[in-house]
């Protein structure tokens, strides 16, 4: 469907500029639409800085790599989490316990095609490695804006996650076999518990993107955002330009499968969380002509969020219960393995302790416990862009990256997405 889509549009391409020569009239659908490119892109620009290449066809070979990094915290308590009693009374927590858990997906890497002609144009990309998502950017650049929407959707089932806290021991001192009463030592002083650990998910998660932003350029007669980041204009003269901007961001957070309740319950409850976000912003962007053919181009623009809602899906489970059952198990296994490596015990060599299955996922349940809706405070994000060009008589050459980042927060838990991409072109001018 969209090598279709490609093709059909190419026609158009080719189309509107055999029809234009051979049709006239003020009617004519075709010169309208040339007529509009012309206002929207060219018209009125000072051409002391900046002009419009001679050749109105462009066709690139480009590239693209990206990746999103999506950082998350939690705080529980951790004498609720170990509490010292039942089946587990030989530790309990002190104090909060925190949990912050990242998730990175691969760089993934596009090819693909373009073909332009003045302000129109279309294209066509296929992934040729990283992470298997699914991605759909559309862009719009005039003289005096530029439109960009990115929608971004990948699965994954491994993060590293940190854990800190603080938790306190005892050691059994006697054991009374007619009344099988246990005396205790007093519990020690508190030791951290500070450890990073790379771990898969049961079950994925799934996450979703959605990245709108716009912003109007005053200095259009001079500056040219297009010369930067598709090439339709070439800025001859560094020029820069103030702009004010609005963006918005959706994400969508979801791993509230039963297999997860670990990591729910880590979450303080939390299996799903939605992101709302709305942003305007005031920022500059200067084009750079150190030498002919050569443009450096900056943009950086700090945004204030002045929407910021956030909606979460709560979940009990059985997790707690479960870790309770199989704790005393697991660390005799542990202690078993110590004495085993260090000689107290013998008659340990032949017993297999290093493949018992810890894995308790099937036995995990949980239960819906609402969707909760929060208006957050005002919150600060930013968006820079760097773009750097080389323009040949026909040809030209290009590299350009974009970095977001959003923040959100909901009571004890909140984190931030960080969400980036480079691309890179070869072209020609026909």
Known sequence: MNKKLIICLFAALVA???????????????????????????????????????????????????????????????????????????????????????????????????????????????????????????????????????WHKFKTKTMRTHYSGAVQGRDMLDYDEETEDIQFSDWGEAYGWDETEKEQLPSDMSIKTLIFDGFYIFNHKKFSYAAAYNQKTIQARSAGSPIVGLMGYYADFKYNDPRNAELIYWMDGIGRLRQYQLGVGAGYAYNFVPAKGWLISAMAMPMLTVVNRTRINNYSSNFKDIAKENLLTYMLIESMKEMRDTGEIEGLEDVDLDNIDYDFTDKYTIQSEGVHSRNNRLALNFTTRLSVTYNWKRYFINANGQFNNFNYKHKAMHGHLNDWYINASVGVRL
């Open 16 to 150: 509107s500029s055999s029809m234009a020569q051979t049709e006239s009239g003020k009617g004519n659908l075709i010169t309208k639409a040339k007529s509009f490119v012309e206002r929207s892109v060219v018209h009125g620009l000072d051409t002391n800085y900046v002009k419009t290449p001679s050749r109105p066809w462009q066709i690139s070979v480009k590239s693209r790599v990206s990746q999103t990094d999506l950082q998350m915290h939690s705080i529980v308590d951790g004498g609720e989490l170990l509490d010292g009693e039942g089946t587990m009374p030989f530790i309990r927590g002190v104090g909060d316990m925190a949990t912050d858990p990242r998730i990175m997906t691969k760089v993934s890497t596009s090819l693909g095609v373009k073909v332009g002609y003045k302000g129109l144009s279309a294209s066509y990309s296929f992934p040729i490695g990283g992470d298997k998502s699914q991605n759909i950017s559309l862009k719009s650049t005039g003289r005096w804006y530029a439109l960009n929407f990115r």
